[in-house]
């Protein structure tokens, strides 16, 4: 039997995986029924319930409850029921058979009682095998009919003989109305529900209000301005008004995710304790609306756009330039434009979603580029004269010493301190002198930022169950490497918060911290009071950890006492800049640590990579040829439609043709053969054949999985990871 699970962490997971894709699969049809049903049964209160879908010329059933209420504690009559339940899923009618082909045909709804039609219920009971007091059947339609919801009896404790109402017919064809819009979206890619169905849906199955006119805001305007655009994109909440001190009122066209609730809570630092729905049209000319008078008023300075700025600086050094600025007035990194320009590039970066921002000085200019999904995009070009004067500005915010222009310098900036729109980051400053002037690179570190839950990482069903297992081992070590930028750190962070319980201790050594999670001992490494990873392992060994995170294994002393680690009852895990996964275990060794150590404390290592994604809204479908064709036989055995990114893009990808990125994995799990071969120091090409012996999926396999999937383009694996040398 189909278990009814109406519970709020049921509906939160599953309405968070439906809603946010755009463009959803058939699998998700099971979770629009998973909810649809938990509503029918609880809002109807009804014995029995069943979902049927129109499949060809076909009806399925898709859905059977029975109500325990049926077999009063009797095992045998649960497990009748329970057989009953099953045989019907497994089942199909031809179309216009009994009730349900009727009201499928019709498009119109049936309602029976046993008063008003005791023939037609006593006809039921003989197929259902209990008695029917009460009938209600209604179609699941849009442009077409799906399907049919039908519902027998209303629980015995609820109604007088069991029968619904004409006020319950009403209800279930209100359920199934707002159900079969996203029913539709499910089964055809080419239906869009309007905004306004999808609002609704949200609101009934989370029976919160709905909001459908802006009239019927009312919003505190002093709240806005203080939480700020940003937050308010980022985490889709919008607040309308205070109802305490560290209380607020708020609008979202998702109040179930709870992961961007939590983040506009601590960034605001106020609790969200009413919540109300909008569909996203509406949210969107809620933004429109208020932020475009916000930038009319008196905070228009502190909301000066960055090429706002930038023309200031410009034309101040134009030859005819005859701005209220002067060049001269440029040139200190007290200048007031250099320090709003400053500022403007760090939040438009991080509105933007780089994870890099680079100063770079240039022959005749100064140039700023951020990297959006592992590509440098170019944002602006500055005169060569205000080089200095950012350089040296942005060498104040993170404490570095600006008369030093000879050698690298690596610092740290919280940019909580110099912005007023609420945005918490960190960034990781890099300084180096270059033939032009100094180049400045800053890391985006986002505080706020929560983990993600591993299956959203990219890891295949076959690779996540087994990291999964390789994780909750007690002891021995997992490695992950790959180049800079390539996830390692978002998967170990997943990882630890998967096994993060309250038994379990967890130290992390790291360098810098770049995520902050509850529950953790995290310690930051300062090499230049002599604080370094070697030094926090022998520390950590002597605090009783279960889990030891170490952010980068460097040199041969941090490497010997990591093993050592591995080898005394913890688990560790750390990174190491190789290419794949086979190279690991040479760099290990090439450290010092002895071969059989190696094998001894290996768990697995996963070498991971970012490919970026092709954008759903535009991607083009074709049928592979030749060498491409040929790619995709050897490495997954697999030949058939794949996607292109459009040449031209459209808006959600802003013209690019790709959007996001999804990671790719080569997980090597070790084993008495791969063991053998570490013991023997055979080379890496020859561990490589033994892992893929054993069923390690190689990065360029895994990249093709994901060219199949329709995630990502073959031209862009292959930009990544070359094809496999080894057969």
């Known amino acids: 039997m189909a278990s009814l699970s109406p519970t709020g962490t049921l509906r939160r997971s599953l309405l968070i995986k439906v809603i946010s894709k755009a463009v959803p699969s058939r699998e998700d049809v099971a979770s629009v029924i998973e909810l649809t049903a938990s509503k029918v049964v609880e809002a109807l209160q009804a014995q029995s319930m069943t979902l049927y879908l129109v499949e060809g010329t076909e009806i399925a059933f898709k859905h059977v409850y029975y109500s325990p209420s049926l077999w009063a504690g009797d095992p045998a009559k649960e497990k009748h029921f329970q057989e009953t339940a099953s045989k019907l899923l497994a089942m199909r009618l031809p179309t216009g058979t009994g009730n349900v082909g009727k009201v499928i045909q019709t498009g119109e709804p049936l309602f029976f009682s046993h008063s008003d039609n005791p023939q037609q219920m006593a006809s ?29 009896n209303k629980e015995p404790a609820t109604a007088a003989n069991c029968e619904f109402t004409a006020k319950d017919l009403e209800l279930l064809k209100e359920v199934a109305e707002y159900s079969s819009a996203l029913i539709h979206r499910m089964v055809d890619p080419k239906f869009t529900p309007a905004a306004d169905d999808t609002a609704r849906f949200i609101s009934r199955l989370t029976d919160l209000p ?197 050698l690298p310098q690596d610092g740290r900036i919280v940019f909580k301190k110099f912005t007023k729109k609420n945005i918490d980051i960190d960034l990781r400053v890099a300084t180096g002198p270059m033939n032009h002037g100094e180049k400045v690179v800053m890391r985006i570190l986002d505080k706020q930022k929560s983990t993600l839950p591993l299956p959203a990482l990219g890891f295949s069903e076959e690779n996540l169950a087994k990291y999964r297992d390789c994780i909750r081992q007690p002891y021995g070590m997992i490695l992950h490497c790959g180049p800079t930028g390539s996830g390692k750190s978002m998967t170990l962070y997943s990882a630890l918060s998967e096994v993060n319980t309250p038994d379990v201790n967890i130290q992390t050594a790291e360098d810098p911290i770049e995520y902050t999670l509850p529950g953790l001992n995290q310690m930051q490494m300062n090499r230049q009071i002599g604080l370094t990873f070697a030094r926090a392992l022998r520390c950590y060994l002597r605090m ?65 990579r970012l490919l970026r994604r092709v954008c759903k809204g535009c991607k083009v479908p074709y049928e592979p040829q030749g060498r491409e064709k040929a790619l995709l036989e050897k490495a997954i055995g697999w030949s058939g439609q794949i996607f292109k990114a459009s040449q031209h893009g459209c808006p959600a990808c802003g013209g690019i043709g790709y959007k996001g990125r999804v990671g790719i994995h080569e997980l090597m799990t070790n084993s008495e053969e791969l063991t053998e071969a570490i013991n023997k120091e055979v080379e890496v090409a020859e561990l490589k054949r033994i892992a893929m012996k054993n069923g390690m999926k190689t990065l360029h396999q895994d990249s093709m999985l994901k060219v199949k999937q329709g995630l990502t383009t073959i031209e862009e694996a292959l930009a990544n990871v070359p094809p496999d040398l080894i057969t």
């Open 124 to 152: 039921l009971a003989k197929t259902t095998g209990f008695e029917v007091k009460s009938m209600l059947t209604v179609p699941l339609k849009t442009t077409i009919t799906l399907g049919a919801i039908q519902v027998l």
């Open 210 to 406: 709905l909001v459908t006119r802006l009239e019927e805001i009312e919003v505190d305007e002093k709240l806005i301005e203080v939480t700020g655009d940003a937050i308010i994109r980022r985490e889709g909440v919008f607040p309308c008004k205070r109802l305490g001190p560290s209380s607020i009122a708020a609008l979202m066209t998702n109040p179930l995710d709870y992961a961007r609730r939590e983040a506009f809570s601590q960034a605001t630092e106020s609790s969200i304790d009413e919540v109300r729905v909008v569909s996203a049209t509406l949210f969107e000319a809620l933004l429109k609306k208020h932020f475009k008078e916000a930038k009319a008023g008196p905070a228009a300075t502190e909301d000066v756009d960055i090429s706002s700025v930038a023309e200031v600086i410009s034309t101040a050094y134009t030859e005819d330039g005859k701005g209220d600025i002067s060049a001269a007035d440029l040139e200190g990194e007290d200048s007031a434009p250099v320090i709003q320009l400053a500022n403007r590039i760090i939040e438009d970066a991080y509105v933007s979603g780089a994870s890099d921002i680079h100063i770079e000085p240039m022959e005749k200019d100064l140039l700023v580029r951020y990297r959006i999904d592992g590509l440098c995009q170019e944002k602006l070009r500055l005169p060569k004269q205000v080089t200095g004067a950012m350089v040296a500005r942005l060498k104040i915010m993170c404490n570095l010493d600006i008369s030093e222009r000879r």
């Open 544 to 608: 009783d950890p279960d889990i030891i995170l170490v952010g980068e294994i460097r040199d041969e002393e941090t490497a010997n006492i990591a093993v050592e680690a591995a080898l005394t009852g913890h688990l560790l895990v750390s990174t190491l800049h190789t290419n794949d996964a086979p190279s690991t275990v040479a760099r290990i060794g090439e450290m010092g640590v002895e071969p059989f150590n190696i094998s001894a404390s290996l768990i697995c290592v996963c070498a991971q």
